[in-house]
Structures are given as C-alpha cells and as structure tokens.
C-alpha cells in the first residue's frame, strides 16, 4: 500500500519514492512524483478514468477526428513515427519532407547552396508566431553549440522597437541572411507584417528576396502561393493536422534543428520512444500518465494549482515559455467537451536553477500554496569544466536542486522531479513528447479539447475589430476637423470611448499627423484632430 504525502518521517518519503519511481533505462530518464500529494486512493479512482483516456489517445493516434471543434485530425505522433499514420501517402510525405530538410540543411551548412552575392549564407532571421516561434527557439536555445551552424535572430513579435534591434543587429549580414517565414494557414498577420518589413530592409541593402526566402506553410495557402509565384529559395509543408503547439517535431522544428547542425533524427527518435512508453496502457508504469494524475490531484482537477517548471540547465532555459503554450493554450479552455462551463486550465511559469534560488523560491516555500513544481535536471557534465581546487560546479547546482526539493517538502509544498541522465537531441525529443501526452491524457480526465484555441480566435477577431475601428477613425479625422472623445463616439457608433482614445494615444505619440488638446489624465475632456 502506498504511504501518504503527508507522512513526515523520512522513512515515508523514502518508501513513496521506491514505490512510485518511474526509470527507463534505454532512454536514461526518471520521473519522481512521490512528493506529490496523490495516493493511493487517488490512483484506485483514476484508474478507470485513465483506462478510458489510454483508449481515446489510441484512437487518436488512428486517425480519429479528435478536435471536434474544427473536425480536424490530431497527427503530431505521426512525425516521429510515419509508419502509424492512417494513409501511406501521408507516411510518404512525411519521410519526404524529413529528407528534404535534412539536404537543404546540409547544403547551407557545408556551402554548397550560396546566397544571391556567391557568398556563404552567414545568419538565420526566422519569423514566426506562437508555436511557430517557441519551438524553433527552443531548438536553437537547447541544442546549438559553439561555432557549429548558422547564427538565429527572430522575429516573434509585431514590436518595431523589437524588429528595429534585430533589423539593425544584421544589417551588414542581410545579403547573406536566410529568411524563414512560417505560417501554416498563410494569412496569420504578424508573420506577414514582419515579412513586409524583413524583406524591405534586406532588399533596401541589396539582398535578393526570392532567392533568400524560405516558407514554411500548408500547401495551396496564401503563403504556399506566395512562395511558388514568387520562385523562392525553398518551401517547407506544414500539415492540417498538426497544430502550432505540437508542431516542433515538425518542419517547424526540423528546420531550424538543421541550421544549426543538430541530431534531427536522434531527436525524433527520443520523442518516437517515448511516445511508446506513454502509449502503456497502465496509469503506475506509464510516465505520462503519472504526470497527469498528480496534476489533476493536486488542482482537484480543477487547476487551482499553478506548474513552477525549474529546470537545472541553462539549455532549457526557454522551456517553460514553451510549456507555457502547450499547457496553457491546450487547457485552457470555458467549456468542456459536453458544453459545461468549467473554466479549465493550468498556468505555467518558470526560470532556471538555479537562479530561482535567488528570485522566486521565497515566496514557493514561504507564500502561498497554489502551485507544484517541476524539476528538470541532466546528470552528466561536460567535460571542459574541470574542477577548481575542491569545488565542482555541477555538485553544486545539484546541491541547489536538492536543497530546494527538500526545503519544498518541509513547508509542504509538492514538487515532481524528471532527471536526465545526459541531455541532447534525443533527451530533448523525449521530453517534449513526455508533455505532449500528458497534457492529452489530462484533458481526458476533464473532458476538454486539447486541440483547439477558442480563446486565441477571439483575440485575433477583437484585434481585427480595433484595427478596422482605427481605420474609420482616422478617415473621419481626414476631414481636419478637431473633436472630442464623445464626439468621435457618437460619430463612430461604440459603445465606449476607451478604445477610442487608446488608438488616437498611440498615433499621438508618433509622427503620424495627429495632435491633441487638453490633459492626458482626464481624457473625458480632450480633443484630438489632424496636425
């Protein structure tokens, strides 16, 4: 029988580690959620749930219509294994599209494919949103070395200031940079707009767009037929059945994984064995499932808990900002599958170790108690840190682990730890994919689509109403007439001013045309008009 959480002594603790320890030994990975407060009673009533949510994954995994919402196939487990898709084409294409990056990668790299001037391609400028930006910097960030591989710079956002920098970082490099645009419906707007303005600087310096630009898109999208009317340097496909947050085993991830000259297939492979070990249909032996159950404890599945992810590696730095999404965006959700409101979700956030010793670990073992954290640490050293005198870095950072995981449970807080027993391409690949099924195998145990992002749909329509809002407002200050807010209002038909006078505050503010009369703290009583 399984001790409780609560038990105190450390014989206790020690037993709930044996039994609930989860090794395998091939891929060099453990996973403790022995300080987590599940139980045995937890386990016996989940079990059932838990048989119903391996059976639902493997009909996902057959090609089942799993996000009902957009009535779309989930297919992400397909990339690092072509073999289980439903249709040969589709394992054809895969395997296709794998080959293909792994030449292009290979022909930047060694310098058989050159820029417009014959000279080697020097940077990588990739522009992407969401999915299509987390996971290619988590790529690069986690698994490129020193010297090996093109230098990354992004533009992951709509920030002038941001593209500004970045812009001007490469500006003698931008005949020699290789821009890649990825966007899988095509008609995203801010890959777009960073697009415009990363190929009007690097033509503006004499770079040559077409023969420079590579597209990572569905096929026959907006982008798709930009890039072939166009005669760009290469195109990429993204699938309808994979979707931005699990789509770093894909193109989105691959691609950049080649740039840099790293183990694309050791990375699939990681992913593709623990997909395998996930798929064990036994809540005690499968790692995914695991993590799972202790989520949905320790919310009350309800995720009144938030995850603290502290990795003890500076290559994962950027690791819990891509949990983010994929917990986040996945779980997040109003309703659930039956049409119930339940306002579902977990809320990640997270740094590194062990800078989290000196920043937010006061408040995780002294405030308040909404959270369990996630600790990730990798074994092995490198070996160009030798020891100085008697003190041994790595000993160190462990000792921070330790010591933190300790002073947790003493407070009692809950904690799960995943050790690596060396970290690379395939640990990383297997990570992502340890996450991936739990956060489906939660969501079958509240009964949420895990697949579809209504929230994110509506802030992209809310957007598009504001920038068709400022649109007509500046048509109607055209006429070079000053009015008030409540005048602007009246004229416009909102139902509020506020939007109003954000968008005359932002184009106030730059050379736009525009000028304002009165305080800025009582806007009510200010005026605005063309310059």
């Given at each position: ?58 009909a996902l995994e057959a090609g089942a219509i799993a996000n009902a919402d957009e009535q779309r196939q989930v297919g992400h487990y397909w990339l690092r294994k072509p073999e289980l898709a439903p249709e040969a084409a589709i394992s054809q294409h895969i395997q296709a599209e794998l080959e293909r990056i792994e030449a292009f990668g290979k022909a930047i790299l060694e310098g058989s494919l050159l820029a417009p001037n014959g000279q080697p391609f020097t940077d990588v400028l990739w522009i992407g949103i969401g999915g299509s930006g987390l996971g290619p910097l988590l790529m690069v960030r986690a698994l490129q070395d020193a010297g090996v591989g093109l230098p990354f710079h992004f533009f992951d956002n ?374």
């Amino acid at each position: 029988m399984l001790a409780n959480f609560n038990g105190s002594s450390a014989e206790t603790q020690w037993q709930r580690f044996c039994e609930l320890l989860w090794y395998e030994a091939d891929l060099g990975i453990w996973l403790d959620v022995s300080r987590m407060a599940i139980g045995q009673a937890d386990l016996d009533s989940l079990s059932p749930r838990f048989d119903q949510a391996f059976a639902a994954m493997v009909a996902l995994e057959a090609g089942a219509i799993a996000n009902a919402d957009e009535q779309r196939q989930v297919g992400h487990y397909w990339l690092r294994k072509p073999e289980l898709a439903p249709e040969a084409a589709i394992s054809q294409h895969i395997q296709a599209e794998l080959e293909r990056i792994e030449a292009f990668g290979k022909a930047i790299l060694e310098g058989s494919l050159l820029a417009p001037n014959g000279q080697p391609f020097t940077d990588v400028l990739w522009i992407g949103i969401g999915g299509s930006g987390l996971g290619p910097l988590l790529m690069v960030r986690a698994l490129q070395d020193a010297g090996v591989g093109l230098p990354f710079h992004f533009f992951d956002n709509v920030d002038p200031a941001g593209m500004s920098r970045t812009l001007a970082s490469l500006d003698s490099h931008l005949s020699t940079t290789l821009v890649v645009v990825v966007s899988k419906s095509g008609g995203t707007p801010e890959p777009h707009i960073s697009m415009e303005q990363a190929q009007a600087r690097l033509e503006a310096r004499g770079g040559q767009w077409a023969a420079q630009a590579v597209a990572v898109t569905m096929l026959d999208s907006k982008l798709d037929k930009l890039a072939v009317s166009g005669e760009w340097l290469r195109r990429f496909d993204m699938f309808d059945w994979v979707g931005g947050r699990t789509s770093i085993t894909s193109a989105v991830g691959l691609l950049p994984g080649a740039l840099i000259g790293a183990d694309i297939r050791g990375f699939l492979a990681g992913a593709a064995q623990m997909d395998c070990v996930t798929r064990v249909a036994d809540l005690r032996r499968n790692p995914a499932a695991l993590m799972a159950a202790s989520w949905y404890v320790a919310g009350h599945g309800e995720g009144k808990r938030d995850m603290v992810v502290l990795p003890y590696r500076d290559r994962l730095e950027v690791f819990s900002r891509y949990l983010q999404q994929l917990v986040m965006e996945s779980l997040g959700k109003k309703l659930d599958r039956s049409g119930n409101v339940v306002h579902q979700g977990i809320a990640v956030y997270g740094n590194k170790g062990s800078t989290d010793q000196h920043a937010y670990v006061q408040q995780l073992r002294d405030g308040v108690d909404n959270f369990f954290v996630t600790f990730i640490e990798a074994l092995e050293e490198p070996s160009d840190i030798a020891p100085i005198g008697d003190e041994i870095p790595g000993d160190f950072l462990d000792g921070f682990l330790q010591g933190t995981r300790s002073a947790l449970m003493e407070g009692g807080r809950q904690s799960m730890s995943i050790t690596l027993r060396r970290f690379d391409a395939r640990a990383l690949g297997a990570l992502i994919a340890l996450f991936e099924r739990a956060v489906g195998l939660y969501a079958e145990l509240v009964n949420v689509n895990a697949y579809d992002q209504p929230g994110v749909e509506a802030g992209k329509k809310a957007a598009a109403e504001i920038l068709g809002l400022q649109e007509r407002l500046e048509a109607l200050l055209g006429d070079g007439k000053t009015r008030s807010l409540l005048e602007l209002q009246q004229a416009l038909g909102t139902s509020s001013p506020e939007p109003l006078f954000w968008i005359l505050r932002h184009l106030c503010a730059n050379p736009r045309g525009y000028q304002a009369s009165g305080d800025w703290s009582q806007p009510a009583a200010m005026s605005f008009g063309r310059a």
